[in-house]
């Protein structure tokens, strides 16, 4: 009964979604106060049916209704409840519930405002997104429904995939599917823009904390993705330029171009044309990367495959495109541009490179994706675009990009003067010099490695840090208040500027992290007979023999090893291997001492079964902690960004106090 109410649920809530699209449609063309209450009425229907649905199917998850196919193939009776629970998006049509639940909340949140917002723009917007939030019900109708039942219930469910079966699973399909179906409320603004013939950049007004958010979450969910795949997969590394990992870089790539982008347009009207086809082409590479995902296309980790679904996302993805093709078309003649760079050094003109540099590195990455896809289709060879073309095409496009990281925010609007922005270079160019001959010094490196890999970071955290001393200093000097305090005042006062800097040193942060860890990863692997040691760098591991616990869902080996850190005790870790039943191969569960400056990494490969001899691989990650800590950052960053606003005081303060509370950048915006 549970399963027939929850397929129920999402039929009438795919009735819902198509009255809530005509909805927002009268909203927009009629004065009727009626018409924006029915939408809202619509959305909150739709978003309760649509929870009736998940919680339906966790019911069935975490009950082991074993005759419903979907927990037949992504639970066990015997899994942890936290196991079961993730099961909902852990294959194909849970995901999708899972995405649909998102996107009912979204246009719940969009249709209890819409009253407040223009209402052409927010009916038109309403339309778009009940359209979108139908196409997942859709699917989940005809196509992917989550409450099939099996001809005969089965004995005992198939269980998740061992790779999934970590407390991770809980937290980072969460963070990347929030961030996904995030821009969708961007671009059905964008789409009422088009349609309502309002182009005035009120539509980046209303969604700019909405933008914010999803890159925020899908930011957090790319690095939590990465610290995943180090401490669960087992090959010591966090990026490896999977298709699908590309699919969640790609708009977060376009999305990062459009939050630069959008700044212009909201000073002076320029850039329409470009931010309208960004957040365009954002939500699009979301459906792009929920295709991969879901098609079959490819083989991954993150990857379903079901027969209709990956024909049905392609057809919905050149619908996308197409009606925002046609649509920028039909408005091409009042998305003229009003106004011109005044200079060549302005801070404009750094947001027009930055937004081409972004958009080449997406479409680099785009190409090596998808590229062995149309060779097969059309050779029937299987080619493979490994990471030497993904590294040599990125590498030039982030050394261009970390230049302007440092020199943008230094410019001014309209017009800049070489002189001055030289002047306020100087000081951390210097710092960056000298910062790079000392990692030379101490960290033997090549010349041309601290080049490319350390100067440039260097020089953007030296700007950044600069920019925050200069800015700090005026305003407690004109307003005698403690410098901690003014910087406080200054976070508040103007938080999407120095909320931006705070993001662009946590990229600093995660690039010198990828840089060392990159270059100084030393490894070495021994089989080791009880009682016998191995010796990498300053530690000494020392094999004391093999345990084995049997969990819910399968058996652990662990081999412990003694650590010794340049002679002192530094504990015991014990890597291990999990083995499932009916599984032909193991999964690692390794062993990692963290450390802000190194971290000892081992893996536990080929052992005895009567825990006389092991082989281990130990690995040294130099400063890979520093790839964590910049995530950390940059999330830190874009809640700054999205702070809510202090509203002026009544009485203008002084001259010299407005031009603190500027950061002594003002003009630079």
């Known amino acids: ?154 004995a005992e469910g198939r269980g998740l995939n061992p790779l999934l079966e970590v407390t991770d699973m809980l937290v980072h399909p969460l963070l990347l599917y929030t961030g996904y179906v995030g821009f969708v409320v961007p671009f059905a603004f964008a789409m009422a823009a088009l349609l309502a013939g309002r182009l005035d950049g009120a539509w980046l007004t209303l969604t700019r904390r909405w933008t914010v958010t999803a890159w925020l979450f899908l930011s957090a969910g790319i690095v939590y993705g990465g610290w995943w795949s180090y401490r669960t997969l087992g090959w010591g590394g966090y990026w490896a330029w999977d298709p699908v990992e590309n699919a969640s870089f790609m708009p977060w790539l376009m999305g990062t171009a459009f939050v630069h982008s959008v700044m212009v347009q909201e000073r002076r009207p320029m850039l329409k044309i470009w931010n309208l086809t960004l957040v365009t082409l954002t939500f699009a590479l979301t459906i792009f990367g929920t295709f991969l995902t879901r098609s079959g296309v490819v083989s991954s980790v993150h990857a379903f495959a079901s027969g209709a679904i990956g024909p049905f996302l392609l057809g919905y993805l050149a619908v996308i495109l197409l009606t925002a093709l046609g649509l920028l078309v039909w408005r091409w003649d009042r998305l003229g541009e009003r106004a011109e760079l005044d200079a060549l050094l302005s801070r404009e003109s750094a947001f027009l490179v930055n937004n081409v540099l972004l958009v080449a590195f997406c479409f680099t990455v785009f190409t090596g994706t998808i590229f062995p896809l149309l060779s097969e289709a059309v050779t029937g060879v299987k080619v493979s675009v490994g990471t030497p073309y993904f590294d040599w095409v990125s590498v030039p496009i982030v050394l261009a990009t970390f230049l302007l990281m440092a020199v943008g925010p230094l410019i001014p609007w309209r017009r800049g003067s070489w002189a001055v922005v030289g002047r306020q270079l100087r000081g951390p160019a210097t710092v960056a010099v000298l910062a790079s001959l000392l990692t030379w010094a101490v960290g033997r490196l090549s010349p041309g490695l601290v080049v490319l890999g350390y100067t440039l970071p260097y020089f953007v955290a030296a700007a950044v840090l600069a920019e925050f001393w200069r800015a700090t200093r005026g305003r407690s000097r004109a307003t005698g208040v403690h410098p901690g305090r003014a910087l ?123 825990g006389r001899w092991a082989t281990i691989k130990a690995q040294i990650h130099p400063m890979i902690a520093w790839i964590w800590l910049g995530g950390a950052v940059v999330v830190l960053g874009g809640m700054v960004v999205l702070w809510p606003r202090l509203r002026p005081a009544p009485a203008a303060a002084p001259a010299a106090e407005r031009v603190a509370i500027a950061g002594a950048s003002d003009a630079r915006g």
């Not at 009776?77 to 196991?83: A, E, F, H, I, K």
């Open 1 to 154: 009964m549970v399963p027939e109410l929850g397929h129920a649920s999402l039929a009438v809530a795919l009735a819902l979604a198509v009255f809530g699209a005509l909805s927002g449609i009268r909203t927009a063309r009629t004065a009727a106060p009626w018409w924006p209450e029915s939408a809202r009425r619509t959305a909150l229907a739709q978003l309760l049916l649509v929870s009736l649905a998940v919680a339906a199917l966790e019911y069935c998850l975490i009950t082991s209704d074993l005759s419903v196919r979907y927990v037949a193939m992504t639970s066990i009776s015997t899994s942890p409840l936290r196991y079961r629970i993730a099961g909902l998006w852990g294959s194909l049509e849970g995901s999708i519930l899972l995405w649909e639940w998102l996107q009912a909340l979204f246009v719940f949140l969009v249709a209890r405002r819409a009253v407040a917002l223009r209402r052409e723009l927010s009916g038109y917007a309403l339309a778009v997104l009940f359209v979108v939030s139908g196409v997942f019900l859709l699917m989940m109708v005809a196509l992917a429904n989550p409450f099939e039942r099996l001809a005969a219930p089965v």
């Open 488 to 610: 406080l005042a200054l976070l508040r006062q103007n938080h999407r500027r120095y909320g931006g800097l705070i993001v662009h040193l946590g990229v600093v942060l995660v690039a010198i992290g990828v840089a060392a860890s990159s270059v100084g990863k030393v490894e070495r692997e021994a089989t080791l007979e009880r009682g016998q040691a191995l010796d990498l760098g300053r530690y000494h591991l020392t094999f004391t023999g093999l345990s084995a616990t049997e969990e819910a869902t399968h058996l652990v080996v662990r081999a412990g090893i003694d650590v010794t850190d340049a002679g002192r005790p530094a504990g015991r870790l014990e890597p291990g291997q999990r083995i499932y039943p009916g599984s032909q191969s193991p999964f690692a569960s390794v062993a990692v001492r963290y450390g802000l400056g190194r971290d000892l990494y081992l893996i536990l490969g080929a052992f005895d079964r009567e």
